[in-house]
């Protein structure tokens, strides 16, 4: 069975630069963005989620508890915020 001149040759939509490609991150902080946020205006409330360091004792002990809550609490006041919830 003879072919008569060139064929053509669909390329797939996979494989190459692109975003996306390559090996995804894993780990404990892989989903962590290291981007800078743009400004919020000071009516806008923001919810920030914190980690403790591993090996740490437990936030719910009360002598750790009491340290956490005066940090934050101080934290909040030397920068003019509100801290609604912990």
Do not use: C, D, N
């Amino acid at each position: 069975m003879a072919h008569g001149g060139q064929q053509s040759f669909e390329f797939k939509s996979w494989g190459g630069a692109r975003k996306g490609a390559g090996r995804k991150r894993v780990g404990p902080r892989a989903s962590v963005p290291h981007r800078k946020r743009e400004a919020l205006a000071a009516r806008h409330p923001v919810h920030i989620t914190l980690r403790r360091e591993a090996g740490l004792e437990s936030l719910r002990k009360r002598r750790t508890y009491s340290v956490v809550r005066t940090a934050l609490a101080a934290g909040a006041a030397g920068r003019g915020m509100r801290l609604v919830h912990f």
